[in-house]
Nanobody, 127 residues
Framework: VQLVESGGGMVQAGDSLRLSCVAS????????MAWFRQTPGKEREFVAS?????????YYADAVKGRFTISRDNAKNTVDLQMDGLKPEDTAVYYC????????????????????WGQGTQVTVSS
């Protein structure tokens, strides 16, 4: 299993970025997916997750609710994170992750439940 993130960069406060994660496993649609982020010296924190299948259930951390949108395309094996209204406190390395078990519809907000991680992509927001 391989997860590869892209789309990070350096932007100004208020700008938008779209992160994308491509997954290499064929049963992608059966697994919930999530985005986490991490800054130096801090634990990796939950950002957003999307349920398996059609992704009918989406969950967000309070800090990003209303600004970020998670989506998935099972035909392309991708999970995206649209980030609008970026703030300096959104600066972090962003990681995508798979659930460790299939067919979960609850939030993948516990990093100990993650099965696989990508290598991360840096997002830097200047004020």
């Amino acid at each position: 299993v391989q997860l590869v993130e892209s789309g990070g960069g350096m932007v100004q406060a208020g700008d938008s970025l779209r992160l994308s994660c491509v997954a290499s496993f064929v049963t992608f649609r059966n697994y919930a997916m999530a985005w986490f982020r991490q800054t130096p010296g801090k634990e990796r924190e939950f950002v957003a997750s999307i349920s398996w299948g059609g992704g009918d259930k989406k969950y967000y951390a309070d800090a990003v609710k209303g600004r970020f949108t998670i989506s998935r395309d099972n035909a392309k094996n991708t999970v995206d994170l649209q980030m609008d209204g970026l703030k300096p406190e959104d600066t972090a390395v962003y990681y995508c992750a798979t659930d460790s078990s299939p067919y979960n519809s609850d939030s993948l907000n516990d990093r100990s439940r993650a099965g696989y991680w990508g290598q991360g992509t840096q997002v830097t927001v200047s004020s």
